[in-house]
């Protein structure tokens, strides 16, 4: 099942169960969660997750903000740097070099590998 998918990764099991216990995790900790989870829950699952943070309008929002971007997963070095403007630990430990590589720990639909290839050809 996708979430189980999403709880393989320490990080996305961190949001989620901080999310699932009411906790703030702020609004990178939410961006980053649902440039994630988004290819592997439904909108609706998304949200209903968000709503642990945000009114039912703002987490649809985000969701819908996430998917018209098309905003790829982010690596690691992005979300330290998000993780420095906030409180909440997104990153639960930051130390580990392979902790919060969403990448070698989750498997992403094809297109999302495809996306990161253009941008960095494009970037060159």
């Not at 999310?19 to 989870?37: N, S």
């Not at 098309?70 to 392979?98: A, T």
């Not at 969403?102 to 960095?120: D, G």
Request: overall charge negative; hydrophobic content about 35%.
């Amino acid at each position: 099942m996708a979430i189980d998918d999403l709880r393989n990764d320490k990080m996305m099991q961190h949001l989620m169960t901080s999310l699932e216990r009411g906790e703030d995790i702020g609004h990178f900790g939410r961006l980053v969660f649902a440039m994630v989870a988004r290819h592997f829950l439904t909108d609706d699952e998304l949200s209903e997750y968000l709503q642990q943070n945000l009114s039912e309008q703002e987490a649809r929002a985000l969701c819908k903000q996430v998917a018209e971007h098309d905003y790829s997963p982010p690596r690691r070095e992005r979300i330290l740097e998000w993780q420095k403007q906030q409180q909440f630990p997104i990153c639960p430990n930051p130390d580990d070099p392979d902790a919060c590589n969403v990448y070698k720990n989750l498997k992403f639909p094809e297109h999302v590998y495809e996306h990161i290839e253009e941008y960095y050809e494009a970037k060159v």
